[in-house]
């Protein structure tokens, strides 16, 4: 479309209208003022159907009253003492591919996405929900038994968090409205047990914290964050006006355990699975970072939990950058308008959606001084380094403003351990 039309043209997704703008300034425009750019309402009528309170659906009010129990727990240093739990799965991750492929001829990993995928939905819940759901142990069972040839097959839940994201991703993409929508899902089976095995989860980890948690003490994780903010008379809350409630519902805790673990898995799990995708094509790429890991002294007995040594490893920074820049698990960042503005010259009213879409610049070779569709992780690595002054507005694979991810602080460093790991 950007080709015929240019940097600025219109779509229709079935019945979502969406502004499309594909330059820098535009994403300086739309990322800056947030007065005028707000989380877009076609997120509500679309994620909402399948997580009604799940931050990433939510305006006004109601997003900073969740956004207060979720956002400062996500801070990199909240993680620093459980660096040893990251390392310690993907070392079950690592041995479970080695008893399904060492010692055969010519092996074939199948299973390089639901490997990743189960790697990062155990860390993810452990470190933020201090729950193991001992999706690897899963697997190590079934590596041992099994022959390779067969697949990896996910857990329970592995299984249900698919479901509710392909029904994620149709009520998305399909263009109809919330309540043909809304209708199909509840009649589809296969979607609703899926939601009954992700809920009973939710609850389990729930309670487990409920048990637990001491109310004494500051809460240490997101859930014990969640969880203390939960309303102590739910009933008295709902009377009073959105801007004056405090504390979240139970079945607003639910929807956010439910879109976190989302939130939380699929994007980072994509990402590791491109990285290992990417390097395994590029030996001199593999070689740097051996070489980065040697120069730094990090070995498989280093403790990774030092912050500062991990900052100087900068050349797998840019290997984590350059997954992240072609990898895009996301390609836009859709706002509705507050009030009316106009963008490069085009008048857009109050309550239409404009989106930026951040994957085509991060591959426009207007704003690339390398050949932006190959990895070349280079780019970035040192000061004179072609592409280490872009323009900030064209790669933003967390989104921007501020609606941006409020998990990348997180996936960042969970990507940058597990990637160093993978390395020993
Ligand atoms: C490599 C990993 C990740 C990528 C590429 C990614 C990407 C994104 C993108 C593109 C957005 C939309 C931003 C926008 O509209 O401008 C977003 C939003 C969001 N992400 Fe992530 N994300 C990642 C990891 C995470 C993690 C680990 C969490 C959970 C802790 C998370 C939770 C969220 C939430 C809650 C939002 C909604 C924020 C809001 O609406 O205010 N993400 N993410």
Redesign the pocket.
């Known amino acids: 479309m950007q080709k015929q039309y240019g940097d600025i043209f219109q779509i229709w997704i079935g019945s979502n209208h969406y502004y499309v703008f594909c330059r820098s300034e535009h994403a300086e425009k739309i ?1 800056s003022d947030r007065h005028i750019f707000d ?2 309402d076609v ?1 509500t009528k679309t994620f909402g159907l399948i997580a009604e309170d ?5 305006v006004g009010s109601k ?1 900073k009253r969740h ?1 207060k129990a ?1 956002v400062p727990m ?1 801070r990199k240093h909240r993680f620093k003492s459980q660096i040893s739990i990251i390392i310690n799965y993907v070392d079950q991750l690592i041995h479970i591919w080695k008893d399904r492929y060492e010692n055969q001829n010519n092996p074939i990993c199948t299973c390089i996405l639901t490997g990743n995928q189960q790697l990062m939905l155990d860390t ?1 819940t452990r470190l ?1 929900f201090d729950y193991d759901l001992g999706n690897l142990k899963h697997l190590s069972k079934l590596a041992k038994q099994s022959n390779s040839e067969d697949k990896i097959q996910p857990s329970e839940l592995g299984v249900a968090l698919s479901i509710w994201l392909d029904a994620l991703t149709r009520v998305a993409t399909n263009g109809m409205s919330s309540f043909v929508n809304d209708f199909l899902l509840k009649i589809d089976k296969k979607y609703q047990n899926a939601l009954k095995t992700l809920k009973t989860n939710a609850e389990n980890m729930i309670r487990k914290c409920q048990e637990e948690m001491d109310p004494n003490n500051r809460p240490v994780n ?1 859930v014990a964050s969640l969880v203390s903010s939960l309303q102590k008379d739910e009933a008295s809350e709902k009377r009073k006006p959105e801007t004056e409630q405090i504390g979240i519902t139970k079945k607003e805790l639910l929807g956010e355990v439910l ?2 673990i989302l ?3 699929e ?2 799990s ?2 590791l699975a491109w990285f290992i995708h990417f390097v395994s094509k590029k030996s001199e790429v593999q070689q740097k970072m051996k070489e980065e890991l040697k120069q730094q002294g990090i070995t498989k007995e280093t403790s990774l939990n030092n912050f500062d040594l991990l900052d100087r490893c900068q050349y797998i920074d840019c290997v984590l950058k350059e997954t ?1 820049r072609l990898a ?3 390609f ?4 509705t308008l507050l009030v009316d503005t106009i963008i490069d010259g085009i008048k857009i009213r109050k309550g239409d959606t404009v989106v ?1 879409a ?1 994957s085509l610049m991060q591959r426009d070779p207007r704003y690339w001084k390398l050949d932006p569709t190959q990895f070349i992780p280079q780019r970035f690595f040192g000061v004179d380094a072609p592409d280490v002054n872009h323009n900030p507005f064209v790669f ?13 602080d ?3 460093l ?2 940058k351990v597990i990637i160093i790991r993978y390395f020993h």
């Open positions: 990322y989380r877009a997120r799940f931050l990433i659906t939510l997003y956004a979720i996500l993810f933020t997101l879109g976190l939130g939380g898995y994007t980072s994509t990402i992240l895009t698990t996301s836009v960042s859709p706002r930026s951040f933003t694979p967390f989104g921007g403003g501020h609606r941006a991810c409020v998990g990348q997180l996936a960042r969970e990507l």
